[in-house]
């Protein structure tokens, strides 16, 4: 069975300094993974995914994540954050007709 | 609209009565999924159709959840004799095909039982 396991359940960061939210997912298949943010009171929009090809994955709003297959992570980063980034952030992996989601990580922009 | 709208926003209701929850996806857009939303967890999975057809509802957690799709664009969620452990935000996503591709989401229908 598929799962995600999102380390940190909060991440306080300061604004302007860089930010990594870390992911990781178990999986006996090829998979598809995700990383979604939620603002408050809001649906998931797609930070951006990982189908194939290159590892480093390039988003919206300036994130980036690196899949590593090996130690089967996922990790999101972002060079400097913006208090514009307050958020939960969600990974997830895709697995057959649905997409299992973890726990989420929510995001802490210190001024 | 040019998203994913659900209605309505916010429904309160008294354990014990029915409730239905609408979602109307993306046009053209072939997948319907549904989530539930417990408070500080992430979305799990409910059912999933492609145009009218359930293919999956392995994730309804009783009998008493419903969905239906009739004519493969609006979907309802319907929820019978309702309990407290049903408050939660109920998220409908679509995708143009299927769930490999990008899912886009509704802002959700926060559902409380009283």
């Known amino acids: 069975a598929q799962s995600v396991t999102q380390l940190d359940s909060q991440v306080p960061v300061f604004e302007e300094a860089p930010v990594e939210l870390r992911c990781n997912y178990s999986?006996?298949?090829?998979?598809?993974l995700f990383w979604y943010v939620q603002y408050p009171n809001q649906g998931l929009q797609l930070l951006l995914k990982y189908l194939s090809g290159s590892t480093l994955v390039k988003g919206i709003n300036g994130f980036e994540a690196e899949f590593n297959k090996s130690q089967t992570s996922f990790h999101l980063r972002k060079p400097s954050v913006h208090i514009s980034d307050t958020a939960e952030y969600f990974c997830a992996v895709s697995h057959y007709d649905k997409i299992i989601f973890g726990k989420g990580t929510r995001l802490h922009i210190l001024p | 609209g040019a998203g994913v709208s659900q209605s309505p926003r916010y429904k309160v209701a008294k354990r014990g009565q029915d409730v239905a929850l609408r979602c109307d996806p993306i046009s053209g857009h072939v997948s319907l999924f549904w989530y539930q939303q417990a408070l500080g967890q992430g979305p799990e999975f409910l059912t999933y159709?492609?145009?009218?057809?359930?293919?999956?509802k392995s994730g309804l957690p009783s009998d008493r959840f419903f969905a239906e799709r009739p004519e493969g664009s609006v979907s309802t969620l319907k929820i019978q004799r309702t309990q407290q452990e049903d408050s939660a935000v109920y998220l409908c996503?679509?995708?143009?095909?299927?769930?490999?591709?990008?899912?886009?989401f509704g802002d959700g229908t926060r559902l409380s039982i009283l």
């Open positions: 999986s006996s298949v090829s998979v598809y």
């Open positions: 159709f492609q145009n009218e057809a359930q293919l999956d």
């Open positions: 996503a679509s995708s143009l095909w299927d769930a490999y591709q990008p899912q886009h």
